[in-house]
């Protein structure tokens, strides 16, 4: 069985298959995404001469940095809902359902240490307090490679690679319907080899 990053990391490999696709989703997606503080940037520094470190340490109290993250990896969770629902094979099942499970407790750590973060910004209004928001940050990291990563689970089955060959259930897209034909064999058995009724 291949060991834990090996399986984490092979989805990895649909970036390096569609070069071009991947460039255009990550500067439509994550770029994009930035324009806001782009534009602060850009405003700020002509009409108040503000550095661009201290237009970022702005809108770093302004919380500029959790509502992108948390609206990044909401947004990973929407695609991979209408792939459930659109499939009726689904490939790769038991990794979009690991993939939802650990969006859906990002977004609700992120959401708490964003609300305890402004009410503690808020209370203290001291400007000598202002310091980089490392929490903020760390989650800005996360959220978008989670985001790549959820672009990668996404474009498996589309992609040319040979996942099959793996040995995890993981990344085995037969695995599901290997697991409801047994079901359904087991459904039929009525007694075992020894003539015991079951």
């Known amino acids: 069985m291949k060991n834990a990053i090996t399986l984490i990391r092979d989805p990895l490999r649909v970036i390096s298959e569609k070069k071009s696709e991947f460039i255009i989703w990550l500067l439509f997606t994550i770029v ?21 470190s201290q237009s970022l340490l702005i809108d770093s109290m302004n919380g500029s940095f959790y509502t ?28 979009k359902t690991f993939t939802i499970i650990i969006a859906i407790f990002y977004l609700f750590v992120a959401a708490i240490i964003y609300a305890a973060v402004q009410a503690n910004e808020s209370s203290n209004t001291s400007a000598q307090t202002i310091s ?42 037969q695995d599901d319907e290997k697991v409801e034909e047994t079901m359904e064999q087991g459904r039929d058995v009525s007694q075992d080899e020894n003539g015991i009724a079951l």
């Open 132 to 173: 980089v928001d490392f929490s903020q940050l760390i989650l800005y990291v996360i959220a978008i490679a989670f985001a790549i990563y959820g672009y990668c689970i996404l474009r498996l089955e589309s992609s040319g690679l040979d996942f099959n060959v793996l040995d995890d259930p993981l990344f085995n897209e």
């Open 32 to 52: 994009t995404g930035q324009f806001g503080i782009f534009a602060n940037l850009i405003v700020r520094a002509y009409t108040n001469d503000t550095s661009i």
């Open 68 to 95: 992108f993250s948390i609206a990044l990896v909401a947004s990973v969770l929407g695609p991979i809902f209408i792939n459930f629902i659109n499939s009726k094979k689904l490939p790769f099942r038991t990794l």
